[in-house]
């Protein structure tokens, strides 16, 4: 039987601090795979491949050495989970090969946006006039940082976009998930039906990786290991609410990683769409906080 781990805010936020460094370093390594810097430009479906690959080897790895106990999966909702995080990821590995990783980051904050939106349908929540409002905010900022002029448009933001979409959809399956299996269980069954995804889809479009390819791929899984590792133990010990705003440290670390990488300093543009998204997610995570403490027959504002 899982046991829930006690409450600390304090590791939660470091915890998430260090997963945000990780994530940010993974796109950085997808950004480079998707360019000729170490060879030929890599397909991003390779890049996924490689992904949960090695993520995949880590996890194994901590199994042997751990002996978690691991409970009896859910088969279709991990399919589903993985299908929508493989397709997800295959999406923001692609258009981050095109535009600034502050911007595609920022983008990718929509998740839980359109997680929100989701759901409705899915798992029969209401939503009030303030998550709507803070979904409005959110997708403005959005709007902001796809630069809709015909002088400005970026069309690889759409690939973001698009990514943010399916991960949001992805945020209820593992909802759903977290009420059967412990953290652990559901990190390694999503890894090892990734691989299976990844290594059927990868078979149209390999090609054989440089050995400096092969260290990037093996990176960006053992980055992703690291990061979901970090974020889901702070997910068991903090409320979302009071985690979610640490998250956001991506887009700095995207940033950073940005302007040390490629010279490439986030415009006026990138910093008022980011901040638009940063603060209507941060009033969805208020709006979360407010009604996990509200009494069970309180109103929905």
Same mark, same amino acid.
């Given at each position: 039987?899982?046991? /829930? +781990? ?6 939660? !936020? ?6 945000? $460094? ?7 390594? /997808? +950004? ?42 859910? =088969?279709?909702?991990?399919?589903? @989970? ?31 946006? #359109? ?10 929540? @209401?939503?009030? +006039? ?33 990514? $943010? =979409?399916?991960?949001? =959809? ?9 009420? &059967? ?30 050995? /400096?390819?092969?260290?990037?791929? !093996? ?14 133990? $702070?997910?068991? &010990?903090?409320?979302?609410? #009071? ?12 940033? %950073?990683?940005?302007?040390? #990488? ?5 415009? #006026? ?7 638009? %998204? ?11 906080? @407010?009604?996990? %403490? ?8």
């Amino acid at each position: 039987m899982y046991q /829930a +781990k006690p409450n600390n805010p304090t590791l939660a !936020a470091l915890l998430i601090g260090i997963a945000t $460094a990780f994530i940010a370093a993974t796109t950085l390594f /997808a +950004k480079a795979l998707g360019t000729d810097q170490f060879g030929p430009v890599m397909h991003p479906i390779q890049i996924v491949f490689g992904r949960f690959l090695f993520a995949f080897l880590s996890f194994s790895i901590a199994v042997i050495i751990l002996q978690p106990q691991l409970q009896r999966p859910h =088969f279709g909702l991990h399919l589903i @989970r993985t299908l929508g995080g493989w397709a997800g990821l295959v999406l923001m590995f692609a258009s981050v090969a095109y535009i600034p990783l502050a911007d595609a980051t920022a983008i990718s904050f929509l998740n839980p946006v #359109f997680g929100m939106i989701f759901a409705i349908p899915l798992l029969g929540e @209401r939503v009030g +006039k303030w998550r709507w409002l803070a979904a409005g905010i959110a997708l403005t900022g959005a709007m902001i940082l796809l630069r809709p002029t015909p002088t400005s448009f970026q069309p690889a933001a759409l690939l973001a976009l698009g990514a $943010a =979409f399916i991960l949001g =959809f992805e945020l209820n399956i593992i909802k759903k998930l977290t009420q &059967r299996e412990s953290p652990f269980s559901i990190l390694f069954v999503n890894n090892t039906i990734g691989l299976c995804i990844g290594g059927l889809a990868v078979i149209f479009v390999w090609e054989p990786p440089t050995v /400096a390819q092969w260290g990037l791929m !093996a990176a960006i899984g053992c980055a992703m290991a690291v990061a979901q590792t970090c974020f889901v133990n $702070a997910m068991a &010990r903090a409320d979302a609410s #009071f985690v979610a705003p640490f998250s956001y440290g991506t887009l700095i670390f995207a940033a %950073i990683y940005d302007v040390i #990488f490629y010279d490439v300093v986030p415009d #006026f543009i990138t910093i008022i769409g980011a901040c638009v %998204i940063i603060n209507g997610a941060l009033l969805l995570a208020w709006r979360e906080g @407010r009604r996990r %403490i509200s009494l069970s027959g309180e109103q929905d504002l």
